[in-house]
């Protein structure tokens, strides 16, 4: 208990304003003038993280949001703390024993702003360019392990409540493996804890199961408002596939923002162990090699390669105890042999052959390459008599009719 009571004493923190013509100063302690990892670090067995949007870090009042954080932090033994919306700018300076300070402050329009307060880990920060004309905004760090082969990317997102819709191409390349991605998106979904879901919502849970991202949120309300006294689940933790095992989620105690803080708990300990028991993946080219045993160098010779291996692999070389299932099984294979001359494969389409093909179509499925949802061409006019006419008919048709002329010289050219 004197521990606990002493690591709060040494992070608490005082909120003052200077009367005498000084900047605004958070906090109490010493301020370094290079943030830097702590020399030494004790061994971590489980990484916790407390992540809160504490709108507004900015006036006297928040003293009291920062003080329960910081006690939060102490009582949980969290080593990162993730905030958002600090609404701080360069006249604000900010002091807190124990942890380092990661500050990113919005350069314009107030609000928003970001900061990390971490300890007893090693991290360094990874500079992104967040673009003015989008309203995503997002930090990075990355906690460092000894062998560097247990590195973590935290992702520190908020994206304001407007009309504005998520920037998809940005925030699919924080989609990475071993990341943890945590923030206010004001996205909402029935899959955290929303009724009814919104657009931002829906993309980004299509973007999450692309990518095979998984929600911590258990459906717990993280959102409070005093002027609706309504509740919602606006504050998102996002984990990567290898991650997420190793994850545990839950809503703490509420220390005066309208939004509760989040505690994340990750078991390094067992993720350690996991990492070190996979053996390590030896790739000797990541080229094709040639008839020659030289790498290819262009898709012809990829295909020539792949053509004569295939070739060679689908001889049936069969012992003398296996001719009777060798003669039939040649027998079968040349019975399914289709000849030059069939007619088939030489007369044109025609509209009766096409609408019986659209008739067994499964709208429901998934667009191929041409992007053509199969509800559009079904919906389509299915009189054969005007189906002659159509432009459906006229694309099938032309397919085809290029296809007699240049299928019987094409290059396959393989995935590299």
């Known amino acids: 208990m004197d521990q606990l009571h002493l690591n709060v004493r040494n992070t608490a923190s005082a909120v003052a304003l200077d009367k005498q013509g000084r900047e605004r100063d958070l906090g109490t302690g010493f301020r370094s003038k290079k943030l830097q990892s702590p020399p030494k670090c004790r061994k971590i067995r489980k990484l916790r993280i407390l992540q809160c949007n504490i709108n507004g870090l900015c006036t006297p009042s928040s003293k009291v949001k920062l003080d329960k954080i910081l006690e939060l932090a102490s009582r949980h033994q969290v080593s990162i703390i993730a905030l958002q919306e600090t609404k701080l700018n360069t006249r604000h300076r900010l002091r807190v024993k124990v942890y380092n300070i990661v500050r990113q402050d919005r350069s314009s329009n107030g609000g928003g702003g970001f900061m990390f307060l971490i300890r007893d880990v090693y991290f360094h920060r990874i500079y992104r360019i967040n673009s003015p004309r989008k309203s995503l905004e997002s930090q990075e760090i990355t906690v460092l392990s000894r062998e560097h082969k247990n590195n973590i990317n935290i992702f520190n997102l908020y994206h304001p409540p407007n009309n504005q819709k998520l920037d998809l191409d940005a925030l699919e390349g924080l989609f990475i493996n071993a990341t943890v991605l945590l923030g206010d998106l004001n996205a909402k979904h029935t899959a955290w804890g929303r009724a009814l879901a919104n657009n931002r919502g829906q993309d980004l849970e299509n973007l999450s199961n692309d990518k095979a991202f998984l929600f911590l949120n258990n459906g717990t309300h993280t959102y409070h408002s005093h002027s609706y006294n309504t509740t919602d689940a606006l504050d998102l933790t996002i984990s990567s596939p290898d991650l997420f095992p190793y994850c545990s989620w839950k809503v703490v105690d509420y220390v005066g923002s309208d939004h509760y803080p989040i505690l994340i708990e990750l078991d ?24 020659n045993g030289t790498p290819t160098v262009n898709d012809k010779e990829a295909a020539d390669a ?15 105890e296996n001719k009777k299932t060798g003669r039939a099984t040649r027998k079968l294979i040349r019975s399914y042999r289709v000849p030059a001359s069939n007619e088939l494969f030489n007369d044109p389409i025609t509209s009766s052959e096409l609408l019986y093909a659209i008739q067994q179509l499964d709208f429901k499925k998934s667009p191929g390459p041409d992007g053509i949802h199969g509800q559009f061409i079904v919906n389509h006019d299915h009189d054969h008599v005007q189906l002659k006419d159509s432009c ?8 085809w009719e ?7 010289t094409a290059i396959v050219v393989p995935i590299q």
């Open 402 to 408: 290029d296809y007699l002329g240049n299928g019987k």
């Open 268 to 291: 390094y300990g067992r993720l350690a162990k996991k990492l070190d028991k996979i053996q390590p993946q030896v790739e000797n080219t990541n080229s094709i090699i040639g008839i």
């Open 306 to 320: 792949y053509g004569n291996y295939y070739s060679e692999e689908s001889k049936l070389a069969l012992g003398r």
């Open 392 to 399: 459906i008919f006229l694309i099938y048709h032309g397919t």
